[in-house]
C-alpha cells in the first residue's frame, strides 16, 4: 500500500485501524490481506471500483460484517470477539450514515433520530428525547418543523440530513458516511460537502467517506484510499496519489469528470464559487446525479 509521505503518526492519532483484513462470499474473495489506517481528525475518502468492497468495508469495522480473518481496532479496540457489553461501549462513541439514510419508514424523523438514544441511554425522559432530537435535526441543516415528518414526506436531500442527524445522536467523536452525496443534485451534493466539513470542524470529527463523487473528494476529503486488486492500494492526497502509475487511479482522477473536479476546486480555491444555501439539499427536486 503506498501512503502519503513524512512520519508515521503516532497511535493515539490512529482511530482505525486494519489489518491482514480479508472478505469472502462463497468463491468470491472481496479483500485480501487489506490495510488501512484513520487518523484522527481527518476526512477520509474511500474509493474503489464497482465490488471492490467499499461497504463490505465499513461494515467490517463497524461489526456488521464478520471478516474471514484480519484485525479490527478503532479508538485502540479490537473489535472483533468482544464482549458485547465491551463492544457496544465503543460502537456509542460512532454513528453511521447508511446509503439513502436508512430511516425507519414507519418512524417520524425526531422518532429514528431518538431510536439510539433509547438504546443506549433507556432512562431518558421524553421531554429531554423530544429536545435533542429537534437539535440534531436543526443541525443539520432542517427546519424542527420536520421533525413530525415520515420519510416518505422528505425529499432524497432532506432523507440524508435526517439520517445525518440520527448519526449525530449520540454526539460521536467518529462518522462513517456511506455515498452521502449520491442521488442528489449538484447543488445539494455541494451544500452536503459543506455540512460535513463544518461539522466536522464544529465538533472535531473523525469521518470514513465512502464516495464515488469527484467534487466531493477535491472539496472536504483531506487523504483518499483506493480499493482496488481487493486491498487498498494507495493513501494520500489527491495529488500524491495522481503522481502515482496505477491505472485505475491515473483513469479514474485524470479522466473526463476528474479533470473537470480538479478544475472546480481550483476555481472555489481561488474563491470564484458562489456559495451553496445550506437549505438547498432539502429542496425536493434533488434526486439526479451529480456531475463530476
Known sequence: MSAAPGSPPNDSDIVIRVRGLTNRFGDQVVHENLDLDVRRGEILGVVGGSGTGKSVLMRSIIGLQRPEAGE???FGEPMLDRDETEAKNVRRRWGVLFQNGALFSTLTVAENVQVPIREYYP???QQLLDEIATYKIVATGLPAESSNKYPSELSGGMRKRAGLARALALDPELLFLDEPTAGLDPIAAAAFDELTRSLKDLLGLTVFLITHDLDTLYAICD????????RVVAVGTIPELLALDHPWIQEYFN??????????????AEGEAVPVPAEAAAEPDDEGGRTG
Open 255 to 268: 479522466g473526463p469528470r476528474g479533470r473537470a473536479a480538479q478544475t472546480t476546486a481550483e476555481r472555489d
Open 223 to 230: 487523504r483518499v484510499a483506493v480499493l482496488a486488486d481487493k
Open 123 to 125: 432512562a431518558i425522559d
Open 72 to 74: 479490527v481496532e478503532v
